[in-house]
């Protein structure tokens, strides 16, 4: 089993749209959690730290569950400019950053 | 501050030569990492140092991949001999870790191929 395991893509969502993608890990003592985001031909880049309780900034909204061991990124109100490759981060003890395979997201007209 | 730096941005080899990627990060930050990103694999973690240290190499593909980090400001990543399958773009990232674990900053990355 991958360490951090994301949904698989694309998504294709029309402007407007609400769209969800979740992410798995398997270390139970992962610290921090991250999503970020990387623009084609690009290096990745963070989007959102992920916080316990929750979090949210403008049209995204991050959540933590660690008792099912996931996060997730709600993006609602979908614009053509979030179409990107999105990438969840788990650090466990020690600092290393391991990232999931990543979802791309298309967003359409 | 300019970010992580990395060279060159491309890189284009023959078959059987030497490869030298290098990265200077984040002034401040303690750890560096490499990764590796291709269609089919996405982004792989190569190598992990923390305080110039390698702490977690388990990601280098083979012997023919070394890294190291003479100091705080200077990594390099080499293959030696290269091969078409090592074309790949690699992106080196830097971090303060601690209690606190921050976000990672990435290079540009650079953009082997191996003909």
């Known amino acids: 089993r991958k360490e951090v395991e994301q949904d698989p893509g694309p998504f294709n969502v029309p402007e407007g749209a609400t769209v969800a993608f979740n992410c798995t890990y398997s270390?139970?003592?992962?610290?921090?959690f991250f999503w970020y985001r990387q623009d084609c031909r690009k290096e990745p880049k963070l989007l959102m730290s992920?916080?316990?309780s929750g979090n949210e900034d403008g049209r995204f909204t991050a959540q933590l569950n660690r008792a099912s061991q996931y996060i997730s990124l709600l993006i609602r109100d979908s614009k053509l400019s979030d179409s990107a490759t999105y990438l969840c981060v788990v650090i466990p003890r020690g600092g290393k950053l391991i990232f999931g395979q990543g979802t791309e997201l298309s967003v359409k007209p | 501050d300019a970010g992580v730096i990395q060279s060159p941005r491309h890189e284009v080899t023959e078959m059987g030569q030497e490869v030298t990627l290098r990265c200077k990060p984040i002034?401040?930050?303690?750890?560096l990492f490499w990764y590796r990103q291709t269609m089919m694999r996405g982004l792989e973690l190569l190598i992990y140092?923390?305080?110039?240290?390698?702490?977690?190499d388990s990601g280098m593909p083979e012997d023919r991949f070394s890294a190291k980090m003479p100091n705080a400001s200077f990594s390099t990543l080499k293959i030696q001999p290269s091969e078409p399958r090592d074309s790949a773009v690699y992106f080196c990232?830097?971090?303060?870790?601690?209690?606190?674990?921050?976000?990672?900053?990435f290079g540009q990355g650079t953009r082997l191929t191996v003909v």
């Open positions: 992920v916080y316990s």
């Open positions: 990232a830097s971090s303060s870790t601690g209690p606190m674990n921050t976000e990672a900053f």
């Open positions: 140092f923390n305080n110039n240290v390698p702490i977690d």
């Open positions: 002034s401040g930050h303690n750890s």
């Open positions: 270390n139970s003592a992962s610290q921090s």
